[in-house]
């Protein structure tokens, strides 16, 4: 079967609440010509009746919706990933704004790449360790005081941004000769293999930082620009370095 290109972001929702809300972010991104929409670990299941009254005419969203019981699941076609966050994080990541993130976006899948964006749930927004999962974060210029969005609005205000891009942007041709970028399901792989070796090394020590520890070593993962040929050659890497030692 022949997989098309995207033609926009995939925007997730990562562990919605209520479906009152999915719906109203559904009637958001069609709004704006947004129709791959991704549910993570829906709290109240899938399908939502609540999603689909409040969806109204932009049921079709939902009925294309990919559902996925976790972030890596859902992420795993994508090469290029976006975290939407008003908190200051003690991650290291670049930072973009709506309309920056969305010119990104646009040229990365102009070349063929797959992009995301990642909504948090509405009590408390993405936790740290689905942030290290991204890229890249996109921070909302809003008020401190009250910086909270509603997951609709936000997925509004991004969607926006979206369209706005549209015939503005310019393909980058032959941003990456010769290879292909790693898939974030490479990327989660990659990572696995890593943090395994490393606990077998005792690498992950005192045990009450091991979980921060972690974290910030996918945050890493997440931020390299890697392509499918450099991760081989890091799992080889760690192989044989394995083998020699354990060789003696």
Known sequence: MTVLPPTAPSFVLVRPQMGENIGAAARAMLNFGLDH?????PRDGWPNPAAVAMASG????????LVSPDLPTSLGDCSFVFATTARDRDLAKPVYTPEAAMQLAAQKI????????????ERAGLENDDIAR???????????????????????????EWMRQQGEHTPVVHELAGGEWAQNAEIEHLAKHYEERLDEAGFFYPDHKAASMKTN????????????????????????????????
């Open 134 to 160: 991204a890229n890249a974060i996109i921070s909302v210029p809003v008020n401190p005081q009250f910086a909270s969005l509603n997951l609709a609005q936000c997925v509004l205000l991004i969607g926006y």
């Open 110 to 121: 102009a070349n063929g790449e797959r992009v995301a964006v990642l909504f948090g749930p």
């Open 58 to 65: 932009a049921g079709r969203v939902l009925d294309h919706a």
């Open 37 to 41: 929409m991704r549910v993570v670990a």
């Open 217 to 248: 070593l996918r945050n890493m993962w997440s931020r390299l620009p890697l392509t499918r040929a450099d991760v081989q050659i890091l799992h080889g890497t760690l192989r044989q370095m394995v083998r020699w030692k354990e060789r003696g």
